[in-house]
Structure formats: structure tokens, C-alpha cells
């Protein structure tokens, strides 16, 4: 345990002696030692940082469009089979009112005055044998 506190202290006074040294660097404005190097180590890791915000920025931008077109297209298709159902119920609402219309067509033209004669002249139309019979009746004379 005291080993532990031991770290945590040599750690964090070292912490306060480069805050401090650095604090001192940035007032005067430039560097005490190893300027060229540290200036290398900054534009690496200036270089490391900009390219993982850029692969992060475009991966989040990647993946929230990418994302957002899936979720439109569910819905689109979603809306497009709501849409085929609703179509085929009324194409079968329309074929069942065709032909209740092409009944009632029909019933309508028995009734009337042509449907009427027509139903007479079949009821009343001469058998084969009282044709031949009226034929030669004809003929006879």
C-alpha cells in the first residue's frame, strides 16, 4: 500500500514540475532543450491526432448516413407494401362491384320490354313436328 502511495506521489510531483517547466517555456516562448526533437514529436503527434479525427469524423459520418438510409429505405419499403395491400384490396373491391354491376345489367335487360318479347318468342316457338306440319300445310295449298 505504501508502494502504491510512493508512485502516486513521485508521479504526481513530476506531473507539477513539467506543468511548471512548461508553463515557463510558453512565457518565454520558446524552448529550453531538445527543441528539434520536441518540435518532431509535436508534428507527429499532431499528424497521428488529425488522421484518428478524421477516421473518426468520417466513420461517424460514415456510419450515421449509412444508418439513416437503411432506416429510410425500411420505411419507404414499409410504406410500399402498405400501399400494395391496400391496391389489391380495392382491385378485389372493384372486380366484385363489376360483376354484381354486369348481374344486375343482365337481370335488368330480362326485364324489359326486349327481354320480355324475347322470352315469349321462346315460349311460344313452334316444336320441329308443328313446323313440318304448318310447312306442308302450306304446301297443300
Do not use: P
Not at 70 to 77: G, P
Amino acid at each position: 500500500m505504501s508502494e502504491a502511495l510512493m508512485y502516486i506521489a513521485v508521479s504526481g510531483s513530476l506531473f507539477i514540475l513539467f506543468l511548471a517547466f512548461f508553463s515557463w517555456e510558453e512565457k518565454r516562448g520558446k524552448r529550453m532543450f531538445a527543441s528539434g526533437f520536441r518540435t518532431y514529436l509535436d508534428k507527429i503527434v499532431v499528424w497521428v491526432a488529425d488522421k484518428c479525427i478524421g477516421a473518426y469524423q468520417y466513420m461517424i459520418r460514415h456510419i450515421i448516413q449509412l444508418s439513416w438510409y437503411y432506416s429510410l429505405h425500411a420505411f419507404l419499403k414499409t410504406c410500399l407494401m402498405f400501399t400494395a395491400t391496400i391496391y389489391h384490396a380495392i382491385e378485389s373491391l372493384l372486380r366484385q362491384n363489376r360483376q354484381k354491376a354486369k348481374l344486375i345489367r343482365a337481370e335488368r335487360r330480362k326485364d324489359s320490354i326486349l327481354g320480355q318479347i324475347a322470352d315469349h318468342k321462346e315460349s311460344i316457338q313452334l316444336t320441329d313436328q308443328e313446323k313440318a306440319k304448318l310447312k306442308a300445310k302450306s304446301i297443300e295449298r
